[in-house]
């Protein structure tokens, strides 16, 4: 089994900044490739960035480049999304994920997900 805790949502203003945390935990195995997505009302899930434990692989998808970065600290088995230039359209419950998959870009690849935390951008 494989635990995530996020933590680090909030409000913000729009071109503000936020940094949320995901502490994993259990079956490290289970846990290759770790994925964060987030869902806005009304829409479906998506996927944000991923992030391999092992090399530190990153993929972010295009909305995002260049004002989102995942990263990881093997040592404390954490990984971050540190999010700037945040924009109304970020607004979303944001959730870690863990796969075993070394690829994945959809959440029916994932077998672990975090509670979620919120990330409110205001105009």
């Known amino acids: 089994q494989v635990q995530l805790v996020e933590s680090g949502g909030g409000v913000v203003q729009a071109g503000g900044s936020l940094r949320l945390t995901c502490v994993a935990s259990g079956r490290a195995n289970s846990r290759i490739l770790m994925g964060w997505f987030r869902q806005a009302p009304g829409k479906e899930r998506e996927l944000v960035a991923t992030?391999?434990?092992?090399?530190?692989?990153?993929y972010a998808i295009d909305s995002v480049k260049g004002r989102f970065t995942i990263s990881r600290d093997n040592a404390r088995n954490t990984v971050f999304l540190q999010m700037n230039s945040l924009k109304p359209d970020d607004t979303a419950v944001y959730y870690c994920?863990?796969?075993?998959?070394?690829?994945?870009?959809?959440?029916?690849?994932?077998?672990?997900w975090g509670q979620g935390t919120q990330v409110t951008v205001s105009s």
């Open positions: 994920a863990a796969t075993q998959a070394i690829i994945a870009t959809t959440q029916a690849h994932y077998d672990y």
């Open positions: 992030i391999s434990w092992m090399g530190g692989r990153t």
